[in-house]
């Protein structure tokens, strides 16, 4: 069963992003991933199609969704809310220069479903 969305935005920095990617997919809670790609050089692009499945992430490229410049922070974030609120999940955004721990969602769900009110407002 997911416990949560993660969302990742990227622009460019892939070797920083693979490697958040793939902590992040070490996790050892059930999530559904997504990657936002925000408008990142072609290799970046490239890469993060290439390792979609593999890395088990939905990849959407922000570029097909709107021809404002990067940054679209605001964007990924009302996009990223309103699925999670329709799916009734937790949002969690990790930045794709963070790496974490294989414990560090399953804490975080843990911690939002023993406490109310948790996250920004």
């Given at each position: 069963?997911?416990?949560a969305l993660v969302i990742t935005p990227v ?25 936002y790609n925000d408008f990142s050089n072609k ?14 992430y939905q990849l959407i490229n922000i570029e ?58």
């Amino acid at each position: 069963m997911v416990e949560a969305l993660v969302i990742t935005p990227v622009k460019d920095s892939l070797q920083n992003t693979l490697e958040t990617i793939q902590a992040i997919n070490n996790s050892e809670v059930e999530i559904q991933h997504i990657v936002y790609n925000d408008f990142s050089n072609k290799k970046t692009k490239l890469s993060l199609q290439d390792n979609s499945i593999k890395l088990c992430y939905q990849l959407i490229n922000i570029e097909e969704i709107t021809n404002s410049p990067s940054p679209n922070y605001i964007l990924i974030l009302k996009q990223a809310q309103k699925l999670a609120l329709k799916k009734g999940l937790p949002l969690i955004i990790v930045e794709s220069d963070v790496k974490i721990k294989p414990n560090t969602l399953e804490q975080l769900i843990q911690f939002n479903k023993e406490n109310e009110n948790v996250g920004l407002g």
